[in-house]
């Protein structure tokens, strides 16, 4: 989730495409295309996610502002969808909670942080499904696999692996605005916690410089190629595909 100038934020955008979209190839339209379906299905889940969590945890907001679905067009902010797909990391239309809503059985703090948390956690369950979707298609399918239709079908499940693992990764990064920093904010004690706060602009300024510079892409790609490779690996030893 990320707040900030629009403005700001626009521009930043417009220059990150125009030179992604420079150096694009036939190939890499190709993989822009076979991408979208994961990038939706990734952010409308995570949104859910968090709306969910919320809900369960007796605040109506999400439900009121009918975030309590999974159509992409009530998750999708124009700048993190283009985000996923032009720079590899992203967001959706922040999830409005209102956490003096819920019930006593957590703290707001320790509330906050499930909600935060559900998000990324969906992501994750996400890529596990696909993973083993994957990897059914190739041990029960294998003819299919080698037609167009089926290559293309693989090729969008492999994406949609990928969108949500690096989607699950990036938001749990322990800066605001991400999900990460609610999360750890729970942890830590009374006094860290209004630090944290007092000084919420200048890790603000923190998150900016990452992304704009594309160090959050280098933070991200050794986990995600991690986690990838470990997910097909397991995959295939459950289906006896190694």
Not at 41 to 54: D, K, W
Not at 182 to 193: D, G, P, T
Request: with cysteine; net charge neutral; charged share 10%.
């Amino acid at each position: 989730m990320f707040y900030s100038d629009k403005r700001f934020l626009y521009l930043m955008l417009i220059v990150l495409v125009l030179m992604r979209l420079m150096g694009m190839s036939g190939l890499d339209w190709v993989i822009l295309l076979l991408t979208i379906p994961g990038v939706l299905v990734a952010i409308s889940f995570h949104e859910f996610a968090h709306a969910y969590a919320a809900t369960k945890l007796g605040d109506d907001t999400p439900m009121l502002q009918n975030r309590l679905n999974l159509n992409p067009l009530s998750h999708i902010d124009p700048i993190g969808f283009t985000l996923l797909l032009f720079a590899g990391f992203g967001w959706g239309k922040p999830v409005a909670i209102n956490p003096r809503n819920f019930n006593h059985k957590y703290s707001q703090t320790a509330g906050e942080a499930i909600v935060a948390a559900a998000g990324p956690i969906m992501n994750f369950i996400l890529a596990i499904v696909f993973t083993l979707l994957y990897c059914v298609i190739f041990k029960f399918a294998t003819s299919f696999v080698q037609t167009s239709i089926g290559d293309i079908i693989v090729s969008m499940i492999q994406y949609a692996i990928i969108v949500n693992l690096g989607l699950g990764i990036f938001n749990l990064i322990p800066l605001p605005p991400l999900d990460g920093s609610k999360i750890l904010v729970n942890f830590l004690s009374y006094n860290a916690k209004q630090w944290i706060y007092d000084h919420e602009s200048i890790f603000y300024i923190i998150f900016l410089v990452i992304w704009i510079t594309g160090l959050a892409g280098d933070i991200i790609s050794p986990v995600l190629n991690f986690l990838y490779t470990g997910l097909i690996h397991i995959g295939a030893s459950i289906f006896g595909l190694l």
